[in-house]
Nanobody, 115 residues
Framework: QVDLVESGGGLVQAGGSLRLSCAASGRAFRGSSMNWFRQAPGKEREFVSR????????YYADSVKGRFTISRDNARNTVYLQMNSLTPEDTAVYYC????????WGQGTQVTVSS
């Protein structure tokens, strides 16, 4: 069984920061690219960021470049998304996904940014 469990979401004011975590089972994590996606109300799920195995390469959507940072701790089977300078447009459910293309998905964590 593959498990991806996100945490760290919450309510924050515009300009604030949050750090999301995604804890993965070994099968989903080792050797895999890890991704963050998000889905805002009434919108399609969109790509946010990806980090390769073991962490040499990172990729970002233009909308978050320079504000978000993805990282991974391979000893802890965990991937992180540090989100700074948040705006109300970042409000969404954030999903962790393993693989390229993504094969396994977490259940998501809500991020709400108030203006």
């Amino acid at each position: 069984q593959v498990d991806l469990v996100e945490s760290g979401g919450g309510l924050v004011q515009a300009g604030g920061s949050l750090r999301l975590s995604c804890a993965a089972s070994g099968r989903a994590f080792r050797g895999s690219s890890m991704n963050w996606f998000r889905q805002a109300p009434g919108k399609e799920r969109e790509f946010v960021s990806r980090i390769s195995w073991p962490g040499s390469n990172t990729y970002y959507a233009d909308s978050v470049k320079g504000r978000f940072t993805i990282s991974r701790d391979n000893a802890r089977n965990t991937v992180y998304l540090q989100m700074n300078s948040l705006t109300p447009e970042d409000t969404a459910v954030y999903y962790c996904a393993a693989g390229l293309p993504p094969q396994y998905w977490g259940q998501g964590t809500q991020v709400t940014v108030s203006s």
